[in-house]
């Protein structure tokens, strides 16, 4: 499975962002995957949790984010978006996208840098 992240750039504080991230590879990698999230990684810090969404529907957010980022996806074009709204300088980071499979499997995308100017 191959993630290719895309959307990222500067923005003002207060402004908004949509991230877009596009899982592709052949049928048979993408068999099984059962959920999509969001990373992020500013300098300094470990990557941290952003947003996820699972098969079932139910997603998840941290805290920092809740009311602001928005998690969805597009199963016709295998892509899962974060809409990033009330943007803070706090939300600078590179943003990383990932899925999961039914055999324990993760996968990464190359990253799209977040910068919020404030």
């Known amino acids: 499975v191959q993630l290719q992240a895309s959307g990222g750039g500067l923005v003002q504080a207060g402004g908004s962002l949509r991230l877009s991230c596009v899982a592709s590879?052949?049928?048979?990698?993408?068999?099984?995957?059962?959920?999509r999230g969001w990373y992020r990684q500013s300098p300094g810090n470990e990557r941290e949790l952003v947003a996820v969404?699972?098969?079932?529907?139910?997603?998840d957010y941290a805290d920092s984010v809740k009311g602001r980022f928005a998690i969805s996806r597009d199963n016709a074009r295998d892509t899962v978006y974060l809409q990033m709204t009330s943007l803070k300088s706090e939300d600078t980071a590179v943003y990383y996208c990932?899925?999961?499979?039914?055999?324990?499997?993760?996968?990464w995308g190359q990253g799209t840098l977040v910068t919020v100017s404030s």
């Open positions: 969404i699972r098969n079932s529907g139910s997603v």
């Open positions: 590879g052949s049928s048979g990698s993408r068999w099984g995957i059962n959920e």
């Open positions: 990932n899925a999961k499979n039914v055999f324990g499997q993760t996968f």
